[in-house]
């Protein structure tokens, strides 16, 4: 790796697997990368099932993270759950931003504002999500949005920016098979760097991320590791994903 930063493998398992499978996919990661340390290695597994893997991948190299978080610590908000909750359960990470939640439960800038200074303040180290639609990106206005989507992310956010994983995911490449190219996602991942003015923020690449694209995208030095969802519920097809960032270092 060219850089100081440690490269990411993370998998996003969304609203997919039960209980029983959520344990046994933990416990078949844990015996198969659970002493993986480059590249760091975590899992975000539906609300529920948190507990349960966090016991299975306790005392391994694997982290783990939840996909979403409310801004605030406590109160009455049925249904939601805080930073400081998931921290008790032994998460690490949180998602921020994720483009489903912006789109399809409309969530905006400054929610997402929010959600990042509530992740920050509760110890956890936020992934947030930027990413441009198709229309956007046919329109050119791909840097324009996601300059617009650090900006207001990290308004009020100091030292701790450095805290921060931003994750580039462009909309049309999220579940659809069509993931950027190299030189496509290379070329935000350089503006998000300058946007984001602090060289330790690490940009990961998700979108369509497969065990037969990975090669091409861990060997684009701008690419710090990858946000995954489809192909991280399997455990053969994300230790694929993991050893292409392993060959790289
Ligand atoms: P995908 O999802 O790998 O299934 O395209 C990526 C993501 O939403 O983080």
């Known amino acids: 790796m060219s850089t100081a930063r440690r490269a990411l493998v993370a998998g996003n398992w969304k609203m997919y697997k039960d209980r029983a499978a959520a344990k046994a996919t933990a416990l078949a990661l844990r015996e198969t990368l659970g002493s993986c340390e480059i590249p760091e290695v975590a899992v975000f597994p539906p609300f529920p099932f948190l507990a349960d893997v966090s016991e299975a991948l306790h005392g391994s190299a694997i982290s783990l993270g939840a996909q979403d978080l409310h801004p605030g610590k406590e109160g009455a908000f049925t249904g939601e759950v805080s930073g400081w909750m998931l921290r008790s359960v032994g998460c690490r990470w949180v998602i921020v931003g994720h483009s489903e939640r912006r789109h399809q439960l409309g969530e905006t800038d400054e929610v997402v504002a929010r959600k990042l200074r509530a992740a920050l303040e509760s110890g956890l180290d936020p992934i947030l999500c930027v990413g441009e639609t198709l229309q956007e990106r046919e329109r050119r206005d791909t840097e324009r ?16 920016r450095g805290q921060v994983t931003i994750a580039y995911e462009p909309v ?5 098979g ?26 990961l690449y998700g979108g369509s991320v497969k065990p037969e694209n990975v ?5 684009a030095p701008e690419i710090d590791g990858v ?4 192909a991280s519920l399997e455990v053969s097809s994300f230790a694929r994903l993991v050893a ?3 060959s790289r270092d």
């Open 145 to 160: 949005v996601i300059e617009r989507q650090i900006e207001s992310a990290f308004h009020g956010v100091g030292t701790s």
């Open 172 to 176: 049309w490449a999220i579940g659809t």
């Open 178 to 203: 069509r993931n950027a190219t190299p030189e496509q996602a290379s070329e935000v991942h350089k503006r998000i760097r300058d946007w984001s003015e602090d060289a330790r923020v690490r940009v």
């Open 215 to 219: 090669g091409a995208l861990a060997k």
């Open 227 to 230: 946000l995954v969802g489809g």
């Open 244 to 246: 292409a960032f392993k």
